[in-house]
């Protein structure tokens, strides 16, 4: 089952997309199967909360899957960090999501 998130791109424009429930997928795959930031810009690490190119902005009152440890050291570092940031690697797709918000936080 898909469900629908708006992401806004770092050029300030929001996105609605389809995001599959069924593969797995965490909020940084969505947005590079979608490119909607430029290759080489985001998931660098590949998905292992080990850089904060893919860091994001929660917009909706959504409830989150708890912060892991290396997600908030890797955030204590980061730039642009507000209240509601997260990495989006750290974010898989369920059902329960279903209208989230986001929005890309600037490149560091």
Do not use: W
Request: glycine share 6%.
């Amino acid at each position: 089952m898909d469900i629908k998130i708006k992401i806004t791109d770092r050029e300030g424009v929001q996105h609605e997309v389809d995001a599959p429930t069924d593969m797995n997928m965490n909020l940084m795959e969505v947005v590079r199967s979608y490119e909607l930031a430029p290759e080489g810009t985001i998931g660098v690490c590949g998905g292992m909360a080990m850089c904060a190119s893919c860091q994001c902005y929660v917009k909706s009152a959504h409830a989150l899957p708890e912060m892991s440890d290396d997600e908030d050291a890797m955030l204590a570092e980061a730039f642009y960090v507000e209240d509601n940031s997260r990495l989006g690697c750290q974010i898989r797709m369920t059902e329960d999501l279903d209208g989230l918000e986001v929005e890309l936080a600037p490149e560091s």
